[in-house]
């Protein structure tokens, strides 16, 4: 069974910074992207960020662009998310995730199969 574990979120002013990490179990992330999502309160789930199996390839959203950046540690099964310039509209609960699928990089939330439990980002103005 996979499970991944977000790690990271907290309170921090408008223009700080922060760092999400996801830990995974239960399977070698190696082979499989791994995403970032977030969920503001009273919206949709929407995708941040998503990143290939080698790290080479990334994708962000358009609001993302230039602030965050996904990364990743396959010796240590890691996902991480640096957010820098944070804004209030940036807060949300963030979630990674992971498809069954190896070798897809998807960017919608119904290509990811496997989910943490979600960690809480709050910027203040």
């Known amino acids: 069974q996979v499970q991944l574990i977000e790690s990271g979120g907290g309170l921090v002013q408008a223009g700080g910074s922060l760092r999400l990490s996801c830990a995974a179990s239960?399977?070698?992330?190696?082979?499989?992207?791994m995403g970032w999502f977030r969920q503001a309160p009273g919206k949709e789930r929407e995708f941040v960020a998503t990143i290939s199996l080698t790290g080479r390839t990334t994708y962000y959203a358009d609001s993302v662009k230039g602030r965050f950046t996904i990364s990743r540690d396959n010796a240590k099964n890691t996902v991480y998310l640096q957010m820098n310039s944070l804004k209030v509209e940036d807060t949300a609960v963030y979630y990674c995730?992971?498809?069954?699928?190896?070798?897809?990089?998807?960017?919608?939330?119904?290509?990811?199969?496997?989910w943490g439990q979600g960690t809480q980002v709050t910027v203040s103005s």
């Open positions: 995730a992971t498809p069954r699928t190896q070798y897809i990089i998807p960017n919608v939330a119904n290509g990811y199969d496997y």
């Open positions: 239960g399977r070698s992330i190696s082979t499989y992207a």
